[in-house]
């Protein structure tokens, strides 16, 4: 069974924190992604990643950046959290194109107090 | 950028068909257009896939016109645990890379 996992669940960090949100597929996926979701947003791009140490932004990476030094992991970072980067965080792998299926992993739930 | 433009949110009853309509104007030639379930506190789960005409699979039935502006998603006998937000997304070519664009979702909810 294919298998996207997200290093936390719930996740409570204090302003001005930098803060690391780790990805990892098991599937030999060369695409990897990472949306926010806001309620009344809908799932909004970051950044992504279509092969190892490559990575192009989405349509919000202000205030973050990632990182890609192996196929299967794939970090978001936050380098100075703000109260406006409460989300829900979501990564999400697919083969091939983008066009194909992606595989969302559970979201990791990150409250910046 | 294609962007897309779907119901906010939709009514209906167990056993009816449900059909989410669709617009995505801008589309490209090389797009392709996916459908996407989400229940509440998990990450969003593929439905189907198309490009034009018809696509069904076991879930759901995707019908794409000619002209490709729009589409339509159609759940047969939908049950209770149909109720989720559903979204609409469409592949677009940016700068040499692809990426696809979530629009805002249609929340469904299925009553009994």
């Known amino acids: 069974d294919v298998k996207v996992t997200q290093s936390s669940r719930y996740l409570v960090k204090r302003t001005g924190e930098k803060v690391f949100l780790e990805c990892v597929q098991d599937m030999d996926h060369e695409n990897m992604f990472w949306y926010r979701q806001d309620p009344g947003l809908g799932l909004r791009l970051i950044y992504f990643?279509?092969?190892?140490?490559?990575?192009e932004k989405g349509d919000i990476p202000e205030g973050y950046s990632v990182s890609r030094e192996k196929k299967e992991r794939f970090s978001l970072i936050l380098e100075s959290a703000s109260t406006n980067q409460t989300s829900m965080y979501l990564c999400a792998s697919s083969s091939q194109s983008f066009n194909y299926e992606q595989y969302f992993g559970p979201g990791t739930r990150l409250t910046v107090t | 950028l294609a962007k897309t433009t779907q119901p906010i949110s939709m009514d209906s009853y167990e056993g009816q068909e449900v059909n989410i309509t669709c617009s995505h104007n801008n589309i490209a030639t090389n797009d392709y257009i996916t459908w996407y379930q989400q229940f509440p506190s998990q990450g969003p789960r593929f439905i189907i896939q198309?490009?034009?005409t018809k696509v069904t699979n076991e879930v759901a039935s995707l019908f794409i016109p000619a002209d490709r502006k729009s589409s339509t998603l159609s759940l047969p006998r939908v049950s209770l645990s149909d109720t989720a937000v559903y979204y609409c997304?469409?592949?677009?070519?940016?700068?040499?890379?692809?990426?696809?664009?979530f629009g805002q979702g249609t929340r469904l909810t299925i009553n009994p």
């Open positions: 997304l469409v592949g677009a070519r940016f700068q040499g890379a692809q990426k696809l664009v």
């Open positions: 198309g490009y034009k």
């Open positions: 990643s279509y092969d190892v140490k490559m990575k």
